[in-house]
């Protein structure tokens, strides 16, 4: 009994304790690039641990403001940041945009009916239309701005599933669940084998990701240097691989 | 704050279909495992508590899995009726009820258990039929454990989250229930609405309960 | 023949084995099965009453089959219009003495109204004295009202017999000297056979027209005493 008790304990007590943590939040469409610069960076630095956290970047700004433990920030908007720098979460001296992506029309597989134009979404051929909700997620907000630009927001929102982050997006068409979805090109590649891509979506500016040390991160140094990594030529290689273009 | 009375509609709406299913599929499985012996009750038992304690979107998974346009259960809706379930009200009504079934179930067949089955005998030799037996006989002294059982499935389906968003999504007006409106005003950072849509939704689960409570009469004579 | 019964049956549990092989045959109006507690004479009653299924055997009343293994027949207990009291009379808790008596009287899904009147009821409420209690619940009653209730309900659907596990074991000796006497005043009025289980010799004594032994799951011949 007591060997059980010890081993339940040392359960709740486990933990990384030795090396300092990095916490980084970063937007869903970074999901598998980051998981395979994490290693990189820590294989350089191995005094730091990396704790990677992915959600729609409205999400991930609502916990930094609510004072959770984040080191840095990487979102897949202006707007997001902005309003993080707006709100003082930020080292706004040190923010830097270190990717570019793409805004896509993704449709299922073995689906018959591809869009060839966003006017193409608006007839009856497509029932849902995955996308991001445009309150807390980048995607959805493009999504949403470029079909204003275009007066065609009025016809499609009517068909519009709201997703809580662009990975959800991309499952719905996975999934066969809607007839078509905005994602960015990156998540359109990391599912080739269950969607294709319709058409690129000419969005008013560009697609440009910023990332910056949070101003109450505990280990600013490890922050910085983590930011300047993703920065690097060595990391944009790997981020190409993903699709990412330079910023 | 309009924008509150909609996902309340909505939630008391999922939730109060969700209960009223409960209803029958809690009490009847209720009754057949507490008063049948068969091989494998205790299995069957553990197997229908598992939503209980299964993580909402590991649930809110296997539904997606079965019920989407691509599975067993979907393709055969939308072959034969042409219904697709993923994204509609029926669909945050059939992972409500999933969720709360076992606390309905699990309290029927405790309280039919505690009926002492003397009660039913004695009614059969006085050439009462079963259908009869079990609405004036058995129901009546076993109604109130019920009764709690199924208070507590229509909280359990009124907060639920995880599996509803994973089958329903979030259509304002359509399945946007409150505990998701909650959930995306927080993401989105409106903590005004998100602070009202959660007074809203404290208010109306303390009116429920109290309802309840009234609804309960006092002791009936006879029984503790 | 009043009674031609024939009962067996198996009962295993991980713990224990217990084989019920009960046989009587009896003209008599008044038969008691005799036996000390678990011989097996509540089973052997509720077999008769239908409430269990034998494994094989028969179970006739006045000539007609109430069961038979070899005929394939088995009425439901709903289908042979016996009387029941069991011996903590099982009275509904959650309706009236008046509710509880008329209870067999409806046969849907509604019981009887708490203002329920009807001939039958009335007549066995005064028969038994329970006028003062008749809008009463049963755990407001006194053993000696809650037995006579029980028979009372028994027997407003007019039995084709009447079947009595142990009636007298909750009572104290002056109650139960005072409910023989009723009882079997009831039955000079009433007429129709009874099978009544005890392990007291005194309710032997004042009751019997016959008696059974019961032991081990186990009949023994029937003994007629002249009473």
Redesign the interface.
């Known amino acids: 009994m007591t060997r059980f008790s010890v081993f339940a304990l040392g359960l709740l007590c486990s933990g990384q304790a030795l090396a300092a943590g990095l916490t980084v939040s970063a937007a869903s469409s970074l999901t598998n690039a980051f998981r395979e610069l994490a290693p990189l960076y820590e294989a350089q630095h191995s005094q730091t641990k990396i704790q990677l956290n992915f959600a729609?970047s409205?999400?991930l700004?609502?916990q930094i403001?609510k004072g959770a433990p984040v080191d840095v920030f990487a979102s897949a908007d202006q707007v997001t940041m902005i309003?993080a720098q707006e709100q003082g979460l930020i080292k706004a001296d040190q923010r830097r945009n270190f990717v570019s992506n793409s805004l896509v029309v993704i449709v299922p597989l073995q689906s018959r009916a591809a869009p060839a134009s966003l006017d193409d979404l608006t007839t009856p051929a497509f029932q849902?239309v995955a996308i991001g909700?445009p309150?807390?997620v980048p995607v959805g907000r493009y999504t949403k701005s470029t079909l204003e630009k275009v007066g065609l927001w009025a016809a499609i929102e009517p068909k519009?599933?709201?997703?809580?982050n662009v990975r959800q997006a991309l499952d719905y068409v996975a999934?066969?669940?809607v007839d078509a979805g905005f994602v960015y090109g990156t998540d359109a590649a990391m599912m080739a084998d269950k969607v294709r891509v319709s058409f690129t979506v000419p969005t008013e500016a560009p697609i440009l990701y910023p990332i910056a040390p949070v101003a109450g991160s505990s280990n600013a140094e490890a922050a910085q240097s983590f930011v300047e990594f993703v920065s690097s030529d060595e990391a944009a290689a790997v981020l190409a691989k993903y699709g990412f273009g330079k910023p | 704050m309009t924008q509150a009375w909609i996902p309340l509609a909505l939630t008391l709406k999922v939730a109060g279909w969700a209960t009223l299913l409960n209803l029958f599929l809690g009490v009847t499985t209720g009754y057949v495992l507490a008063r049948k012996r068969f091989p494998g009750r205790d299995l069957l038992d553990a197997v229908l508590t598992l939503p209980m304690v299964m993580p909402p979107t590991v649930l809110g998974y296997y539904l997606?899995v079965l019920l989407?346009?691509?599975g067993p259960i979907g393709e055969w809706l939308v072959s034969n009726f042409g219904i697709n379930l993923?994204?509609t009200w029926q669909a945050a009504v059939v992972a409500a009820t999933i969720v709360a079934f076992p606390l309905t179930f699990k309290a029927a067949r405790a309280s039919f258990e505690v009926v002492?089955p003397?009660?039913e005998?004695?009614?059969?030799?006085?050439?009462?039929?079963e259908?009869?037996l079990f609405?004036?006989?058995t129901l009546?002294?076993a109604w109130r454990g019920i009764l709690a059982g199924l208070l507590l499935s229509f909280a359990r389906a009124a907060g639920e989250f995880g599996a509803t968003?994973m089958v329903a999504?979030?259509?304002p007006g359509k399945t946007q229930t409150l505990s998701i409106a909650v959930y995306?005003a927080?993401?989105?950072?409106?903590d005004d609405l998100a602070n009202f849509l959660v007074l809203v939704t404290s208010v109306t689960c303390i009116a429920v309960l109290l309802a309840a409570g009234r609804l309960m009469p006092g002791r009936?004579?006879?029984?503790s | 023949m009043v009674w031609d019964v024939h009962l067996r049956k198996r009962f295993e549990t991980r713990k224990h084995h217990f084989e019920l092989d009960v046989s009587f045959q009896s003209n008599v109006r008044r038969l008691v099965l005799f036996g000390p507690s678990g011989a097996g004479k509540s089973m052997t009653l509720?077999l008769i009453?239908?409430?269990e299924t034998p494994d094989d055997g028969h179970v006739q009343l006045n000539g007609t089959w109430l069961f038979n293994r070899q005929q394939k027949i088995s009425l439901?207990?709903?289908?042979?219009?016996?009387?029941?009291v069991?011996q903590?009379y099982?009275?509904?808790?959650?309706l009236t003495v008046t509710q509880n008596i008329a209870?067999?009287l409806?046969?849907?899904?509604?019981?009887p109204r708490r203002n329920f009147q009807h001939e039958t009821v009335t007549r066995w409420i005064e028969a038994f004295h329970l006028e003062s209690v008749a809008n009463q619940?049963?755990?407001?009653l006194s053993g000696g009202q809650r037995q006579r209730t029980a028979l009372a309900?028994?027997l407003v659907?007019k039995p084709r017999a009447l079947l009595l596990d142990e009636p007298f074991a909750a009572l104290d000796r002056q109650l139960r000297l005072k409910l023989r006497q009723e009882l079997n005043e009831l039955l000079d009025r009433v007429e129709i056979p009874l099978i009544l289980i005890t392990h007291d010799e005194d309710d032997v004594a004042a009751l019997a027209d016959a008696v059974i032994s019961i032991e081990n799951g186990r009949s023994g011949s029937v003994t007629t005493l002249g009473r």
């Open positions: 729609a409205g999400a700004l609502q403001a309003q849902r909700l309150a807390s519009m599933i709201g997703s809580q999934r066969g669940e | 997606l989407g346009r691509n993923i994204f002492e003397q009660y005998q004695a009614a059969r030799v006085l050439r009462v039929g259908l009869a609405f004036r006989v009546p002294l968003l999504g979030s259509m995306e927080v993401q989105a950072g409106q009936v004579p006879g029984q | 509720r009453a239908g409430l439901s207990p709903q289908q042979r219009g016996l009387a029941y069991f903590d099982a009275l509904f808790p959650h209870f067999g409806r046969r849907g899904l509604f019981n619940y049963p755990e407001q309900r028994a659907a």
